[in-house]
């Protein structure tokens, strides 16, 4: 069974950090791609950074700089570093994993996580 549990969001202030983590399980880890997506309210849902099998990663224009993406092979975890946060990066964010699709459409990710807010304050 697929799993994809987010933890770390919370409420900074502005210029402020977080760490979103992803744990992943139920499935071949090191041959799928991931990606994080975000969705502020009334707002669609959007790429924030992605990262393929082989670790290549891109990133949205947005939060490039900002927001670092990695992985850990060995425990199945993936991480969204984000620095510098600013007011229009609150949303709720997602981790998504699928075995076929590396790339920053959301409707193509099989697998999704419940999501963790992030709110930054001004």
């Known amino acids: 069974q697929v799993q994809l549990v987010e933890s770390g969001g919370g409420s900074v202030q502005a210029g402020g950090s977080l760490r979103l983590s992803c744990a992943a399980s139920g499935f071949r880890y090191s041959a799928y791609c991931f990606g994080w997506f975000r969705q502020a309210p009334g707002k669609e849902r959007e790429g924030v950074a992605h990262m393929d099998s082989i670790s290549s990663t891109t990133y949205a224009d947005s939060v490039k700089g900002r927001f670092t993406i990695y992985k850990d092979n060995a425990n199945h975890m993936l991480y969204l570093e984000m620095n510098s946060l600013k007011p229009e990066d609150t949303a709720l964010y997602y981790c998504?994993?699928?075995?076929?699709?590396?790339?920053?459409?959301?409707?193509?990710?099989?697998?999704w996580g419940q999501g963790t807010q992030v709110t930054v304050s001004s």
């Open positions: 998504a994993a699928d075995g076929n699709y590396c790339g920053t459409r959301d409707r193509y990710y099989k697998y």
